[in-house]
Every structure is written in C-alpha cells, then in structure tokens.
C-alpha cells in the first residue's frame, strides 16, 4: 500500500490550497481515507475523514465550513480543499488509509495502518 500526498505550500491568510493524496495496492472503495497534520511540537491531530461504505464526512470542529474531504474513486485518490486557512493551519498533512477503521475510533491515529509521507502547508499572517 502506498499513499502519496501533495499539494502543500504557502499562502497567506484567508486563501486556499487543495491537497492530492494518490493512493495504490488496496481496492480504494473499501477503504477509510482520513486526513491528519502536526504542527511543530505537537501531536498529530485527525482533521477529516471521508468513511468507506457510505461515503459521509467527518470534521475536525476548528476545520468545520472551511476543509472539504472528497475522493475519486475511479482515480484512487483523495482531496483535502482547504479555504479561509489560517495561520494556526500550518502544519505537515498526511494522508491514511485502513479498510477495518471502526466508527468510534475514525478520529485516532491509532485505528489507521497506512498513512503518506506527508505535504507541509504554510500559512503566513
């Protein structure tokens, strides 16, 4: 499995940037595809993830209205849209993928096996 993530940059307050993450080796559909970012000195927190059978999308609350999660999955890839960004969104974003994600725990690092290396996004105030 590999997932490949990109789109990160630098862009001042208030614009937009949408991150790529290409994803091989699973059968894409029956797959969780989650979002997360790590700031300096921090931890990895979840900041959206899109569920495999239903296709819903779930939020961190400080990304709510601003972050849209969608895939292809006819291209086996995942999109992060990010608008009105903020400083405080600066950070690596990573990617992950696992097909046996359980509902409860879809916010924990811990309930994804594969994950990308990573795209930083930059905000400048």
């Known amino acids: 499995v590999q997932l490949q993530a990109s789109g990160g940059g630098l862009v001042q307050a208030g614009g937009s940037l949408r991150l790529s993450c290409a994803v091989s080796?699973?059968?894409?559909?029956?797959?969780?595809m989650a979002w997360f970012r790590q700031a300096p000195g921090q931890e990895r927190e979840f900041v959206a993830a899109?569920?495999?059978?239903?296709?819903?999308?779930y939020y961190e609350d400080s990304v709510k209205g601003r972050f849209t999660i969608s895939r292809d999955n006819a291209k086996n890839m995942v999109f992060l849209q990010m608008n009105s960004l903020k400083p405080e969104d600066t950070a690596v974003y990573y990617c992950?993928?696992?097909?046996?994600?359980?509902?409860?725990?879809?916010?924990?690092?811990?309930?994804?096996?594969?994950w990308g290396q990573g795209t930083q996004v930059t905000v400048s105030s």
């Open positions: 992950a993928t696992d097909q046996g994600v359980i509902f409860s725990e879809m916010r924990r690092r811990r309930a994804y096996d594969y």
């Open positions: 899109m569920w495999r059978s239903s296709g819903m999308s």
């Open positions: 080796g699973i059968t894409f559909g029956r797959y969780t």
